[in-house]
């Protein structure tokens, strides 16, 4: 097992050496500090994208990835990915292709991630928390595509921080109408009829088959947000 995994599980198990609690916490500190950092470097305003590392480059979905990202540079958002393969390659290279900031925000896995070649900023996390924050921290909005577990979680922790108020509401659309709408029925046919969601939290969710529709959708907001005086 990896040196991280381990720190991982050590910090996540309650049977724990009181002399390791200062280092380990000492770790964690400084790469949230080095996350907030590339942050702040990063030119306003960004939008982070989602999506599995297993699609290939051939494939509808990659090609979707890099076409949203390319318009997303054009209208002058930085474009944020985990810095991964599939569809983060895809969305960073797209940005670069359109003149935009390309960043990575990569995570050391088992079998190892290596940042994708089209990232101006990578910074690679050993600890998944502290990754999630950035995602959240530099962005405007989220453009969700298909994936697997870290995409669904980090779809339902931006959902969760907007009901909670922890963050401003912004913009969380989902590309692939298909692929999302198992998840949409059961949503709405589960958790809202059920009254364990209110049917304004998961109106929050837009779902469009268009790259253009997702640029659209977070640039609207952010000049709203804009024109508020609140971005």
């Known amino acids: 097992m990896s040196e991280n995994r381990q720190l991982d599980r050590r ?6 050496e009181r002399e390791t609690l ?3 916490i000492s770790l964690i500190a400084s790469e949230f500090l080095a996350g ?3 942050v702040q470097s990063i030119p306003r305003p960004a939008v982070s994208i989602f999506g599995s590392a297993r699609v290939p480059e051939s494939s509808a979905t ?6 949203t990202a390319r318009l ?7 474009v944020v990915t985990g810095g991964g393969p599939g569809v983060m390659e895809g969305a960073n290279r797209g940005a670069r292709e359109g003149g935009g900031m390309s960043v990575g925000f990569n995570i050391v896995l088992p079998h190892e991630q290596q940042l994708n070649p089209y990232c101006d900023l990578g910074v690679t996390f050993k600890h998944f928390y502290a990754r999630k924050v950035m995602f959240v921290k530099a962005a405007e909005g989220f453009a969700i595509f298909p994936g697997g577990f870290g995409t669904l979680d980090e779809l339902f922790e931006a959902l969760t921080l907007i009901q909670t108020g ?3 509401t912004f913009p969380v659309v989902l590309f692939d109408s298909d692929y999302w709408e198992e998840l949409l029925h059961f ?3 589960e958790t809202i009829d059920g009254g364990l969601v209110a049917q304004h ?4 969710l837009h779902v469009t088959d268009e790259p253009a529709d997702v640029v659209r959708i977070v640039g609207d907001a952010w000049r709203e947000a804009v024109a508020r005086g609140d971005p």
């Open 201 to 204: 939290d998961v109106d929050r």
């Open 72 to 78: 997303f540079a054009e209208e002058g958002f930085a």
């Open 11 to 16: 910090v996540l198990t309650r049977e724990r």
């Open 62 to 67: 990659y090609a979707a990835a890099r076409e």
């Open 166 to 168: 922890v963050i401003n």
């Open 187 to 189: 949503l709405r046919s």
């Open 36 to 38: 907030f950092e590339a």
């Open 22 to 24: 200062a280092g380990d």
